[in-house]
């Protein structure tokens, strides 16, 4: 399953630094169909214990973890959806993500400028993101005197979705974001097809720097407004300091860890944004283990055990007679299959079943 978090922000606040900290957790092309050369593409490790555990517990051969798709997107300014700097290459290539992971800076370094000459996240995020809302109200404004022609003629498409953009361009006019638009189950197919970009999840990236004055730290006005606006907005947000995850990526763990305490620095911000990122694409995890190989298994939340087979081969969603599924954890208790077998707690799945997240499954086909 190829999806992908395209990391946007405002020049120097971080962002290729960052994504060249999430590069050195990539994983090997060969054990996903989906990898691009691209090298503004990272396709990084999803962080996952019960991975390892479970691949210890089978004495498996290989161990393949999750993975999701970054990309480096050039840099937005201000004017980026009349054209200005790279606008029309940065919202082309933000189009074709499936979210956005929005870095904004949160420290003060006067070595590093700020294109702005002022540290003030809120002020970056409302420029990012009115320059992306103006970008949609283009596209919605073009599709409008399309489609309007059609309404008029009385054809029933085009009815539905007249309707829709008759929410869509005011809300984007009074610089709301296109998520904020309630689309009923008839709108919905049209509101995707418009691909608008305010209309993906949005994560995002605190980023500060260790030895600098970070807004967290200090906790004046600046960051209580972005707190406010971060609760107010219901958005997700992680903290990162992206530029020692970069200086640390080459090291192992233990060395990485005495590092960052020595730097002050104690949280790995990087495998939480990883994380955050595949829980913001509504992802969810299965596994399945043996002594050749445990993998976990990337799916969308709420699909049944046909669906989720597909993720193996397509032809397991036709073929699928039934599923035998046990939670991780209870398989690792159990201690072996057959002993999980006879407690009663691996189960037989018929094509009704939802998958869960850290469930095991051997699918029969």
Known sequence: MSLSIGIVGLPNVGKSTLFNALTKKS???ENYPFCTIDPSVGVVAVPDERLQKLSDFSESAKTI????????????VKGASEGEGLGNQ????????????????????????????????????????????????QTASK??????????????????????LDKLIPALEAGKMASTVAADEFEAPFLKQLHLITSKPILYILNKKAGAK???ELGDERWQRLSAFLKESG????IVDAGIENELKDLDELDKREMREGLGSHDDGVNELIRKGYELLGLITYFTTGQDETRAWTIQKGWTAPEAGTAIHTDFKDKFIRAE???????????????ARENGQLRTEGKEY???DGDVIEFKV
Do not use: C, M, Q
Request: proline share 3%.
């Open 27 to 29: 994983v090997p092309a």
């Open 65 to 76: 973890p999750a993975a999701v798709e970054f990309t480096d997107i050039a840099g937005l």
């Open 90 to 137: 940065f919202l082309s290539h933000i189009r074709e993500t499936d979210a956005i992971a929005e870095v904004v800076r949160i420290f003060e370094d006067d070595n590093v400028i700020h294109v702005s000459n002022r540290i003030d996240p809120l002020k970056d995020i409302e420029v990012i993101n009115l320059e992306l809302v103006l970008a949609d109200l």
């Open 143 to 164: 599709r409008k005197a399309n489609v309007s022609k059609e309404a008029r003629a009385g054809k029933k498409d085009a009815l539905i979705e007249n309707g829709l």
């Open 214 to 216: 970070n807004l967290d």
């Open 235 to 238: 958005s997700g947000h992680v």
């Open 325 to 339: 599924v046990i939670e991780w954890d209870k398989l690792l208790a159990a201690g072996s299959y057959a002993a």
């Open 354 to 356: 939802v998958v869960k």
